[in-house]
């Protein structure tokens, strides 16, 4: 890192500037690893089987989920074909061949790409502002990716490709322990998620960015908010639907969780309309009302307040509420008082009625500690986060976290006086809270909701 800015190790210093050198247990360092584990992934993949299309597309099950189509259609990718694949890439790795940079004028650039059948990356350059445009070259074959890379593909020791759910699997290292490789995890809910949502961009024909500034220079942008404001709103409407049927089989609360700034509270306030439409009473709780008093509140490695830990909640009159709640019987709902850290009582009294179901909303609604009292007939879990579908190209997808935070500064700056530098200076520490309390839990929902928006980005930007 050059003056806090993520550099490659090719950069040169001509004046004095504060230089840290970051390896793959830091994010910036397993981020240009896995780019540059991509770009030898795409290229061997092009020297096997030359009229191939590779796409990379998204982050799950500890890896990088991927597609490779040939002669327009999926699944026609043989054992060992991808044995031959594996087995280039480790050829490229010990041949130690360099990234070699280069810039030329874009309209150039584009030309290039399109003589090489990358019309996604020509694309997102001609609809672009950029008088100049880098590429990259690896043993004569060109890329681009967006972010440094390692020097050269000797850096590039472990990985290993599996097959999984249709597609494969780009398996990286552990930040922790980089010398073995992540260990697998099944999320076939998250995936299922990510798939339905790239049909429908596929279907309106916005697989990428560059699609998406096509449409925008051709003035129907309108069209494409109407189309994904009435397409989640439709899925809305299905996931009422369910607890409805379910409802009649029992069901009393809804248990929503999700990561930070991923959307759960503008997601339960579209679901309560949806449930008033299906005849049934939503009435909230939210679990940041049962946090214990803060001198109780569980201290992190750092001996800060930890109130991401599910700990940092008052587990047992939690529980006692609901069970109480659940026989028909009246309680008085706790206040969290943020200023103060205590708990207070301000004579709010609930009750279940007929048709009243109940709605949990917090961090940990899906962690079975916090509700395994609760018949699980009795209730219905949905996990909630901002799945970014679109990419930017074929093999540069956007990651779901850097579109959480984007929106977590928009939200601080707007609405708690936090400065963008407050938010990523936290950012590290929710992250952390994340992989231990709400990752581990996601695929025991009954369903996900991706409240990601294909136009968001550039609203925030």
């Known amino acids: 890192k050059v003056n806090n800015r993520t550099e490659s190790l090719n950069y040169k210093v001509y004046r004095p500037k504060l230089v840290e050198f970051v390896d793959i247990s830091s994010q910036s360092g397993m981020r240009a690893y896995v780019r540059s584990l991509c770009f030898i992934l795409a290229k061997a993949v092009n020297d096997i089987l030359p009229h191939a299309t590779t796409y990379i597309e998204h982050a799950v099950s500890k890896g990088y989920f991927f597609h490779i189509e040939i002669d327009g259609k999926l699944g026609k990718v043989t054992s060992s074909q991808l044995d031959e694949i594996r087995e280039r890439m480790h050829q490229i790795v010990a041949a130690d061949y360099p990234f070699i940079s280069k810039e030329d004028e874009t309209e ?64 990286i290292p552990n930040r922790e322990t980089p010398d073995r490789l992540e260990e697998f995890v099944k999320q076939d809910k ?28 051709a003035n129907r942008i309108s069209e494409v908010i109407q189309v994904a404001e009435a397409y989640q709103a439709k899925q809305i409407g299905d996931i009422a639907n369910q607890i409805s049927e379910r409802y009649k089989e029992g069901v009393r609360v809804i248990l929503i969780s999700g990561p930070s700034s991923s959307g759960k509270t503008t997601f339960k306030k579209r679901l309560e309309i949806q449930l008033l439409v299906n005849k049934l009473k939503p009435v909230g709780i939210s679990l940041d009302d049962y946090f214990v008093n803060r001198e109780e509140t569980p201290k992190d490695e750092s001996g800060d307040y930890d109130y991401e830990s599910l700990y940092a909640l008052d ?26 850290g ?37 209730k219905f879990m949905v996990y909630v986060s901002a799945l970014t579908s679109i990419s930017l190209d074929n093999h540069n997808w956007i990651p779901a976290s850097d579109n959480r935070l984007l929106r977590r500064m928009t939200r601080d700056y707007t609405y708690r006086n936090y400065t963008a530098m407050d938010t990523i200076s936290r950012w590290s520490s929710v992250r952390r809270g994340e992989e231990k309390w709400i990752f581990p839990y996601q695929e025991n929902a009954d369903v996900m909701f991706n409240s990601a928006m294909i136009y968001e980005l550039g609203s925030i930007r």
Do not use: W
């Open 108 to 171: 150039k650039v584009v030309e290039l790409f399109r003589e090489n059948r990358m019309e996604d990356k020509a694309l997102l350059l001609e609809t672009s502002d950029f008088l100049y445009s880098r590429y990259f070259m690896l043993d004569g074959y060109i890329n681009y990716f967006y972010g440094c890379l390692t020097p050269s593909t000797g850096y590039i020791t472990i990985f290993d490709i599996r097959q999984y759910n249709g597609g494969f699997l780009l398996m």
């Open 190 to 217: 998250l995936l299922n998620v990510y798939r339905e949502d790239l049909e429908f961009l596929k279907l309106t024909g916005l697989d990428n960015v560059g699609d998406l500034n096509r449409v925008k220079r």
């Open 315 to 340: 587990l047992p009159l939690f529980e006692q509420n609901m069970l109480a709640l659940m026989r028909g019987v009246e309680v008085e709902q706790p206040s969290y008082n943020f200023i103060t």
């Open 342 to 378: 205590k708990r207070e009582y301000k004579d709010k009294r609930l009750k279940i009625d007929p048709n009243t179901i109940l709605i949990v909303e917090g961090i940990h609604a899906l962690n079975p500690e916090l509700t395994a009292h609760i018949p699980d007939e009795m």
